[in-house]
């Protein structure tokens, strides 16, 4: 590990978000909002749903965004780096094992991750104000919920970044992201499954169902949730094989 | 000062090679004998590649596209693992010491490889961080180096836009930036202007004349016979000559090569050419031709002439070349370096 290499490279990743910041913004913050929106304020303020639903709704599009910002702001310049233009060379070259490049990057990402999804509370609850009634009782155990969180979101870009090719960044979304989203129990809590007991234990091989409900139990716990032990056990379990296979999918794309 | 060295080194690629380390020969092996699919081609980009490159020497590795060229200085810059064989940069293993290996070397691809997120300036600024320069000297050397480079005025616009040449002069710019013991320059002048390309066999001696190490690959003779103090010919792989231009040159039996071409393939008519004063060696090449390779050039045609018309047979074509790299290429595989 070279720590100026390291730092210079996240000094890099800073200097090129900043200069596509509102880009990144829009991306990172429309599509949550607009769920926001519609679910929370028009759908509740219409009467289809019950006023609580506003609460419940939050945490999970804080996973939902935590995740959608971790996965693309690593897959999405890797899949470019690592195509025809090889632009990621001059990092590979740079004096520092090439784990470490990888590790960067899940870094870069974890802070995107962290940052979205900490905005999101506020420019929520800014949006369905009033009736968000968030209850953060064990601090710790949020932090520690939000940083798994990001680890596997930006680990799952890595080993997305360095499997899919160019060609094939819309078949990503559409066969991974959005099934990944519609099952992730970000619009409703993993118990209202109930009814669909094999649904109920398939999404539990969906990483995201556990950042939505880890967020939920330690945001608003009176909702029904997963056991946070489980959530915790399920978060570790995903980041340390996402994180293994990521940095395997870097090596292989990295060296002929 | 720091020398390279490679012994017996291997590479075979189970799948296309990258694009810039081309293919070499080309082994196709069944492996999977039940399978329906294609059998994987199994292409040899190195067979047994063993270099000594003294410190600070400008080498140069001559060969036609898919020579394994590019194998070779991608095996030695870390980024291809060889199949068998050892490469060391100065006294470290490249694959098993490979960040003190990535601290003594600056690379510079056959294709740009930019940083296009970035701005020119940025792209040095940053690589010097990389490598750990401080924030003032990164600066200064960068400036310095756009300057040297003539991309003062592009210095803050975004690489995306630059012309290929531009780019190619910044990859070496930025290869250079952290002070490297040993410099690769992958094709190097591909792409250039011959203004540029002068610039360019400038600077590379000036910074050889500092004690550095320069290997760098060309398919083009007169860019290796002007540039290098020494040079290995490889095709397929393998190390077909290795010497200084003169030497090498001077290798070819004659020096001259002149190639024929007649109406009619006659044996007797190519025996008879053998006893011509000067002549070294005559081969029979495809299409009726033959090569001759003499002492003289010019002054054996009206012989060569007389001897065919006596013959019945038409000389259709002749061809004369001068003792060159082209010609020791030729004589060692009966290819032209440019097919």
């Known amino acids: 590990m070279n720590r100026k290499a390291f730092l210079a490279m996240l000094a890099r990743d800073a200097h090129v978000a900043r200069r596509n910041f509102v880009p990144l913004l829009l991306q990172t913050f429309l599509q949550p909002l607009m769920f926001v929106f519609i679910f929370g304020r028009v759908m509740v303020g219409s009467g289809y749903m019950p006023p609580e639903y506003k609460s419940l709704l939050l945490p999970g599009i804080m996973a939902l965004s935590m995740v959608g910002a971790g996965i693309w702001s690593v897959a999405m310049p890797l899949i470019g780096e690592f195509q025809f233009t090889h632009e990621i060379e001059d990092r590979l070259l740079a004096p520092m094992e090439i784990s470490w490049v990888a590790i960067e990057k899940v870094v870069a990402g974890m802070l995107q991750a962290l940052a979205a999804g900490l905005t999101v509370i506020p420019a929520g609850w800014l949006l369905l104000r009033p009736g968000v009634e968030l209850s953060l009782q064990t601090p710790l155990t949020f932090v520690g919920v939000a940083l798994l969180v990001a680890l596997f979101s930006a680990s799952g870009g890595l080993v997305l970044g360095c499997s899919v090719g160019q060609a094939h960044v819309g078949l990503m979304f559409s066969l991974v992201v959005a099934p990944m989203i519609f099952f992730g129990c970000t619009y409703y809590p993993w118990s209202a499954l109930k009814n669909f007991p094999i649904l109920q234990n398939a999404v539990l091989l969906n990483p995201l169902v556990y950042a939505s409900e880890g967020l939920r139990g330690t945001l608003v716990p009176r909702f029904p949730h997963l056991s946070l032990l489980a959530v915790l056990a399920g978060l570790v379990l995903f980041d340390v094989l996402l994180l293994a296979a990521g940095l395997r999918q870097f090596h292989r794309k990295a060296v002929d | 000062m720091v020398g390279i060295r490679t012994r017996n080194l291997r590479k075979i690629y189970n799948s296309s090679p990258p694009f810039a380390a081309g293919a070499g020969g080309f082994v196709s092996q069944t492996l999977g004998h039940k399978r329906r699919k294609q059998p994987k081609p199994e292409i040899v980009a190195l067979d047994g590649l063993s270099l000594d490159i003294s410190p600070g020497e400008i080498f140069g590795l001559l060969g036609p596209n898919g020579a394994g060229k590019?194998?070779?200085?991608?095996?030695?810059?870390?980024?291809?693992?060889?199949?068998?064989?050892?490469?060391?940069?100065?006294?470290?293993?490249?694959?098993?010491?490979?960040?003190?290996?990535?601290?003594?070397?600056?690379?510079?691809?056959?294709?740009?490889?930019?940083?296009?997120?970035?701005?020119?300036?940025?792209?040095?600024?940053?690589?010097?961080?990389?490598?750990?320069?401080?924030?003032?000297e990164r600066t200064q050397r960068a400036e310095a180096l756009l300057e040297r480079f003539k991309l003062r005025d592009r210095a803050d616009q975004m690489v995306r836009g630059f012309s290929g040449g531009m780019m190619q002069r910044l990859s070496i710019a930025r290869a250079m930036m952290h002070d490297p013991q040993v410099l690769f320059l992958d094709e190097p002048s591909a792409g250039l202007d011959p203004q540029t390309r002068l610039l360019l066999w400038e600077i590379i001696r000036e910074y050889n004349h500092s004690g550095k190490?320069?290997?760098?690959?060309?398919?083009?003779?007169?860019?290796?016979?002007?540039?290098?103090?020494?040079?290995?010919?490889?095709?397929?792989?393998?190390?077909?000559?290795?010497?200084?231009?003169?030497?090498?040159?001077?290798?070819?039996?004659?020096?001259?090569?002149?190639?024929?071409?007649?109406?009619?393939?006659?044996?007797?008519?190519?025996?008879?050419?053998?006893?011509?004063?000067?002549?070294?060696e005559v081969r029979a090449t495809n299409h009726n031709g033959a090569d001759l390779y003499a002492d003289r050039g010019g002054s054996l045609v009206p012989e060569i002439a007389n001897l065919a018309s006596v013959a019945g047979v038409e000389l259709c074509d002749v061809h004369i070349s001068e003792p060159s790299l082209e010609n020791l290429f030729l004589h060692h595989t009966g290819r032209s370096l440019r097919e």
């Open chain 2, 213 to 280: 190490t320069i290997l760098l690959t060309t398919h083009n003779m007169e860019e290796a016979d002007v540039l290098c103090q020494r040079l290995a010919i490889i095709d397929h792989g393998r190390i077909i000559a290795l010497g200084t231009p003169r030497d090498l040159k001077a290798s070819v039996p004659g020096g001259f090569l002149l190639r024929l071409r007649f109406g009619h393939h006659s044996p007797d008519l190519l025996q008879r050419f053998q006893s011509l004063a000067g002549v070294r």
């Open chain 2, 70 to 136: 590019s194998t070779t200085v991608g095996i030695l810059t870390t980024r291809v693992q060889p199949t068998s064989g050892k490469a060391w940069i100065g006294e470290y293993d490249v694959w098993k010491e490979q960040v003190a290996v990535k601290r003594l070397i600056g690379v510079v691809a056959q294709r740009p490889n930019l940083d296009f997120s970035l701005t020119a300036l940025e792209i040095l600024v940053f690589h010097g961080a990389y490598f750990g320069l401080g924030a003032e």
